[in-house]
């Protein structure tokens, strides 16, 4: 099984300033790299596929990048909206798939 | 436009069983897998397993095989899954979501989500 390391488990930023989320894969996934946003209470929601696809309806400022086994979610320009739980989840052996635990962003 | 509706919370005792539902709509049921991740209290994202809703194939995490069953019933556009053998360390929080691509990796991608089924594994 791909083991999904996210880092840091918390991050401390001010709203305005930008973001730097790290997700690392135990062994290359290609670019079959996801990330999800969770607010408290609600379902996961689909930011970037395919490592830096951005889903439908996502704002510009979300940015994903990388490819094998070192991925990087950067939030340009924090909203207030935009503090909550990040998830990456790899697919490369899909429709089997792991997620990593997880990365609270939180406002400083 | 495109919503799964869970069925609600259940609370079941050690070793009984559950089976949560997921009624789709606003697309072709058919068209697109479904796939199952759970989140404990307080913790991450687990990938539970996904169904093929076109021709009911299945891929269960390797921790649940044995205890996890997922199928379709076409006629009512309803996605199950069900749980065996529950343990106190099942008590989570069950969502169901929706294939964003109808083939290839976009098949394992939550495109949209249902609003999650809490289910309490006490004694």
């Known amino acids: 099984e791909i083991v999904m390391t996210q880092s840091p488990a918390t991050l401390s930023v001010s709203p305005g300033e930008r973001a730097t989320l790290s997700c690392r894969a135990s062994q290359s996934v290609s670019s079959n790299l996801a990330w999800y946003q969770q607010k408290p209470g609600q379902a996961p929601r689909l930011l970037i596929y395919?490592?830096?696809t951005r889903a439908t309806g996502i704002p510009a400022r979300f940015s994903g990048s990388g490819s094998g086994t070192e991925f990087t979610l950067t939030i340009s320009s924090l909203q207030s909206e935009d503090f909550a739980v990040y998830y990456c989840q790899q697919y490369n052996n899909w429709p089997r798939s792991t997620f990593g635990q997880g990365t609270r962003l939180e406002i400083k | 436009q495109v919503q799964l509706v869970q069925s609600g919370a259940e609370v079941k005792k050690p070793g009984a069983s559950v089976k949560v539902s997921c009624k789709a709509s606003?697309?072709?049921?058919?068209?697109?897998?479904i796939s199952w991740v759970r989140q404990a209290p307080g913790q991450g994202l687990e990938w539970m397993g996904w169904?093929?809703?076109?021709?009911?194939?299945?891929n269960y995490a390797q921790k649940l095989q044995g205890r996890v069953t997922m199928t379709t019933d076409t006629s009512t556009s309803t996605a199950y899954m069900e749980l065996r053998s529950l343990r106190s360390d099942d008590t989570a929080v069950y969502y169901c979501?929706?294939?964003?691509?109808?083939?290839?990796?976009?098949?394992?991608?939550?495109?949209?989500w249902g609003q999650g089924t809490l289910v309490t594994v006490s004694s």
């Open positions: 606003g697309y072709t049921f058919t068209s697109y897998g």
């Open positions: 169904i093929s809703a076109y021709n009911g194939n299945t």
């Open positions: 979501a929706r294939a964003l691509g109808v083939r290839g990796s976009s098949s394992s991608l939550g495109g949209y």
């Open positions: 395919g490592a830096s």
